[in-house]
């Protein structure tokens, strides 16, 4: 083979990785994103709902819809970190 | 300020004005240094405050070395002792506000977060525990959030005292203080499951009731694993958070114009890092304190239940 064909193969496959580790951070950040922005939506309505159902569970509700809320947030983080993982230390 | 003095109806126009001039002064402001600087700048190379986050060890004793996370979490656990023990000893019939607030953290440990999850013996007995994750954690949250001369790599200049430059760090934004912490949760609870209902009770009570044959050796295993996932997830939950709210406001707030160069960029962001600043501080720092001493009730509640 020629030399300028493998550093050219060895150029492209360094950008293949760059573009891979890109390819990773978006997916972790993106789609925990997404999946994290539709669960809490669905729980803030849920909780809606059920307050507007039963005003006098308030409380209660309130107290399981932070909870609800800051374990779908916490997947968000999940994707995130894994994506960071994946572009800066892998 | 001016809404509360005057009528409902001047108080709102007057809000909404000052609003307007508050959102003319922002665009205005891009616009005009926009024009005056460009919108193109120069890679900054000299100053980078992203050093922030960057652990640099102070006293060097091995892997005892004191660095930044160090000074963090002694002065959060000073914090939270001084702050509880000296309202702890003043306390009056008549509480003052600071008093009502902390009476307010106390009812929302006691019966929200240990009481709903234990039976009330138990709860007495981990109150302690739970109660104290709660503050800590809150605590180390919240003075994460005030700026402290931390960076050593760059100093500033004032009056001819070269000191540190100001910068955000919270112990909880280290990795290694969540796992610690989390480790202690994992530790304490198996320890309770196991001295309620011995080792192979406590291995047995995994599987949940009704389950037999192939099925519960499979789901005994999900259920070990799980286990050691909640390590994982209780770390990751406060580690990131914190760490991904002290990003965004360093970003927001200035370092993306620093870094970039580019003036304009710095004005446009500005308001959105004073946003995040306020949620930050008003609803994660808490919120994450708090979905961790619950979780922790839960498992301590659910390593002794007879059946889950």
């Known amino acids: 083979m020629h030399i300028a064909l493998i550093t050219l193969l060895a150029a492209a496959t360094e950008e293949t990785a760059k573009a891979g580790k890109s390819i990773g951070l978006?997916?972790?950040?993106?789609?925990?994103?997404?999946?994290?922005g539709v669960g809490i939506g669905i729980i803030f309505g849920k909780a809606i709902e059920a307050i507007t159902r039963q005003p006098e569970m308030r409380d209660e509700i309130t107290q399981l819809q932070w909870l609800g809320f800051a374990l779908t947030e916490a997947c968000f983080f999940y994707g995130l970190v894994a994506g960071l993982l994946a572009a800066f230390i892998v | 300020m001016n809404a509360t003095e005057g009528g409902t109806t001047k108080g709102k126009s007057s809000a909404k004005r000052t609003l307007l001039i508050l959102a003319g002064v922002w665009i205005g402001g891009i616009v005009v240094l926009g024009a005056i600087y460009g919108l193109h700048g120069t890679r900054n190379k000299v100053y980078e405050p992203q050093n922030?986050?960057?652990?640099?060890s102070w006293v060097h004793l091995g892997i005892f070395s004191?660095?930044?996370?160090?000074?963090?979490?002694?002065?959060?656990?000073?914090?939270?002792?001084?702050?509880?023990?000296?309202?702890?000893?003043?306390?009056?019939?008549?509480?003052?506000?600071?008093?009502a607030a902390v009476e307010?953290?106390?009812?929302?440990m006691r019966n929200q977060i240990t009481g709903s999850a234990m039976s009330e013996e138990m709860a007495a007995k981990w109150f302690p525990f739970v109660g104290a994750l709660f503050l800590f954690i809150m605590f180390s949250n919240l003075i994460g959030y005030i700026p402290l001369p931390t960076n050593t790599e760059h100093k500033i200049d004032i009056a001819g005292l070269h000191i540190p430059s100001f910068s955000l760090y919270a112990a909880t934004a280290n990795l290694s203080i969540p796992l610690v912490l989390a480790l202690v949760v994992f530790f304490s609870y198996t320890y309770e499951g196991v001295r309620a209902k011995g080792p192979i009770g406590y291995l047995k009570g995994l599987i949940p009731g009704g389950v037999h044959g192939g099925m519960a050796v499979a789901i005994f295993f999900l259920e070990v694993?799980?286990?050691?996932?909640?390590i994982l997830s209780l770390t990751i939950r406060l580690f990131a958070n914190i760490l991904a709210g002290h990003l965004i406001i360093l970003f927001m707030?200035?370092?993306?114009?620093?870094?970039?160069?580019?003036?304009?960029?710095?004005?446009f962001t500005?308001?959105?890092?004073?946003?995040?600043?306020a949620f930050e501080v008003g609803l994660v720092a808490a919120l994450q304190a708090f979905i961790f001493a619950t979780l922790t009730a839960i498992y301590l509640g659910g390593a002794v239940a007879e059946d889950h």
């Open chain 2, 52 to 56: 922030e986050f960057k652990l640099e």
């Open chain 2, 225 to 230: 694993l799980s286990n050691f996932m909640r």
């Open chain 1, 26 to 36: 978006g997916v972790g950040g993106g789609l925990g994103a997404v999946g994290a």
């Open chain 2, 270 to 277: 500005l308001p959105f890092g004073v946003l995040l600043f």
């Open chain 2, 104 to 108: 307010l953290l106390y009812e929302l």
């Open chain 2, 66 to 99: 004191i660095n930044k996370a160090v000074l963090y979490l002694v002065l959060a656990a000073i914090a939270t002792c001084v702050s509880m023990i000296y309202i702890a000893r003043r306390m009056q019939a008549r509480p003052n506000k600071v008093q």
């Open chain 2, 253 to 267: 707030a200035g370092a993306l114009a620093v870094i970039l160069g580019i003036t304009a960029l710095g004005w």
